[in-house]
C-alpha cells in the first residue's frame, strides 16, 4: 500500500509521490528559543519526527529541516529583560530544546539552521523581491505585495478580498494595502541589526523558513509542516514570498497538527495551566509522554492532563509487562513445528496492519491499536505449555520493530535490571530447592519492593513489572 498525506493545501489525502525516487525534502517550522518550549511546542516536534521515522522506516532517505528563530520581538524582550546578550538566550534555550526533545526520542534533524547564520541568504531574497516588483522599500522597512502574487490565500482557502475586509492600517502605518506583510523591519535603536541595501534592521519572520527551505532543500520541497496555528498566516506569507521568488511551487504536501489543551481548557499563562515540556520530562517517563502524544490522530487536538497521562502508562506497561515475559520465556522455549506457522502468520498479518495504519496518513492512534492487539495476542500465547522459540522471537523482534518505528525503545533501559533479576530469581529457586525458605522469602520480598511480580508456574517462576 501506498502512504497517502492529507495535505492542507487540498484539504484531501493524496497519494505521496516524492520529487526524486527514494528521497524526501521535509521543512519543519522550529521555536522561537527565548524560553522553553510548552507541549504545544513539543507536539510538532514529535509528530513529524515520528512522519519522519515511518518514512525512513519504508526505505526513504530523508533531508529533514527544522530551524531555530534566534532573532525576533520575543527574544529581544527576553534578552532585555534578562539583562543578557540576544545570543546567549538564544544559545541557552536552544540546547535546552535539544534536551528536551532529545529525551523525548526526537532525532536530530539533518539541518538545524539558525536566523542569525542565514541573514545574507535572507537579505538575498528581500532584495530580488524587491527587484522583481514584489515588494517595496518603506523608510527603511520592506513589505510584501499580497495583491501581487496571484494566489494568496490558497493554504488557507481564504479569498484576498475577504481577507482585505477584515484588515486595517493601523496609524503611522507605511503599507500600502492592509495585507502587506513586512519582510524586513527597520532597526531600532539597541535592537540587533544587519546592514542592507535600503538601511539596518532584521528580517521579518516569515522570509527567514522561506530563504532557509530554499538554502537546504532548493526551490520545491515535497513536505512542509508545523503546527495548525502556523497555516495562517505563516505558511500563507511562506509560499506567496517563494512562488514569487522561484516562479515555482513551493511545497508539495502541507501538513498541520491539532492543538494541546489542558485539563479541557485552552493552554494559557494566565490560566495557569500552562506546561512545558522541560518541566513535564522531568516529572514522567519522556517515552510515556510520546506514547501519550501519538495515541491520538496527529491532525486531531489533543487534551491533556496527568490523569490521562496515568491511563496511558497503564497501557504502556501491559505493552512492556508482555514483552519481557516473552524474553523471559524463550529461555524454556523449544524448536516446536506444531501451529507454529499460524502464529507466524499471525504475526507477519498484525505488522502489515500497523503499516497499513501509518501509511493512511501517519495514523499513531490505530498503529497503537494494532500493537495492543500484538500485546494481546503475545499473552494468548504464553498461556500455551510449550513455546516455540521462532514465535517467541517473532514476537519480540515485532515488538521492538513496531514500537521502534514510533521512536519508543522497549528494550534499552532495563536490560542490566533485567540480568540482575533473573539473578535473583536463580537465588529464589536455590533455596527453595535447599528448603531455605526464609531467604527464599527474602528474596521474594525484595523483589516486590522493586516493583517486580512473580508468579511460579509449571515451567519456572516468570516476573513482569508491577
Known amino acids: 500500500m501506498t502512504i497517502r498525506i492529507y495535505n492542507t493545501l487540498t484539504r484531501k489525502k493524496e497519494t505521496f509521490k516524492p520529487l526524486e525516487e527514494g528521497k524526501i525534502s521535509m ?14 511546542n513539543a507536539r510538532p516536534a514529535l509528530v513529524f519526527d515520528t512522519v519522519r521515522r515511518y518514512f525512513e522506516y519504508k526505505g526513504y532517505h530523508v533531508d529533514y529541516v527544522l530551524n531555530f528563530t534566534d532573532v525576533d520581538d520575543k527574544l529581544i524582550k527576553a534578552a532585555n529583560e534578562m539583562g543578557e546578550e540576544m545570543s546567549k538566550v538564544a544559545d541557552r534555550f536552544i540546547d535546552a530544546y535539544r534536551n528536551d526533545v532529545q529525551a523525548l526520542g526526537v532525532k536530530e534533524a539533518t539541518y538545524h539552521p539558525r536566523v542569525t547564520e542565514s541573514m545574507d541568504d535572507i537579505i538575498l531574497f528581500v532584495k530580488k523581491l524587491i527587484e522583481k516588483g514584489y515588494a517595496y522599500e518603506a523608510d527603511g522597512d520592506v513589505y510584501f505585495k499580497t495583491r501581487a502574487f496571484d494566489g494568496y490565500g490558497k493554504l488557507s482557502h481564504q479569498s484576498i478580498d475577504d481577507l482585505r475586509s477584515g484588515a486595517r492600517i493601523q496609524v503611522g502605518d507605511k503599507k500600502e494595502d492592509p495585507l502587506d506583510f513586512a519582510l524586513w523591519k527597520n532597526a531600532k535603536p539597541g535592537e540587533i541589526s544587519w546592514d542592507t541595501p535600503w538601511g539596518t534592521g532584521r528580517p521579518g519572520w516569515h522570509i527567514e523558513c522561506s530563504a532557509m527551505a530554499k538554502k537546504y532543500l532548493g526551490d520545491t520541497i515535497d513536505i512542509h509542516a508545523g503546527g495548525q496555528d502556523l497555516a495562517f498566516p505563516h505558511h500563507e506569507n511562506e509560499i506567496a514570498q517563494s512562488e514569487a521568488y522561484n516562479d515555482k511551487n513551493f511545497a508539495n504536501y502541507w501538513m498541520h497538527n491539532g492543538y494541546i489543551t489542558i485539563d479541557d481548557e485552552k493552554m494559557s499563562k494566565s490560566l495557569g495551566n500552562f506546561v512545558l515540556a522541560h518541566d513535564l520530562v522531568q516529572k514522567f517517563d519522556p517515552q510515556l509522554v510520546r506514547f501519550f ?12 492532563s496527568e490523569s490521562l497521562l496515568e491511563n496511558a502508562k497503564s497501557g504502556l506497561d501491559r505493552i512492556k509487562n508482555a514483552y519481557q515475559n516473552l524474553q523471559h520465556r524463550k529461555q524454556a522455549s523449544l524448536d ?9 502468520d499471525e504475526i507477519k498479518q498484525m505488522k502489515q496492519s500497523f503499516m497499513d495504519e501509518m501509511d493512511d496518513d501517519f495514523n499513531t492512534a490505530n498503529a497503537i491499536a494494532v500493537i495492543f492487539d500484538v500485546t494481546k495476542q503475545a499473552n494468548l500465547y504464553l498461556q500455551q505449555n510449550q513455546t516455540a522459540t521462532q514465535v517467541i522471537d517473532a514476537f519480540t523482534s515485532l515488538f521492538t520493530e513496531l514500537l521502534g518505528t514510533l521512536g519508543i525503545e522497549i528494550d534499552h533501559s532495563d536490560a542490566l535490571l533485567d540480568e540482575e533479576i533473573d539473578q535473583m530469581i536463580k537465588q529464589r529457586e536455590e533455596a527453595r530447592r535447599n528448603r531455605d525458605f526464609q531467604l527464599a522469602d527474602q528474596i521474594r520480598d525484595e523483589l516486590k519492593e522493586r516493583n517486580i511480580i512473580l508468579e511460579d508456574t509449571p515451567q519456572g517462576a516468570r516476573w513482569k513489572r508491577g
Open 27 to 40: 521543512y519543519v517550522c522550529g521555536p522561537t528559543v527565548y524560553n522553553y518550549i510548552h507541549i504545544g
Open 293 to 304: 502524544m501519538l495515541s491520538v490522530h496527529y491532525r486531531n487536538p489533543i487534551n491533556f
Open 336 to 344: 516446536l513445528t506444531d501451529d507454529t506457522r499460524e502464529w507466524l
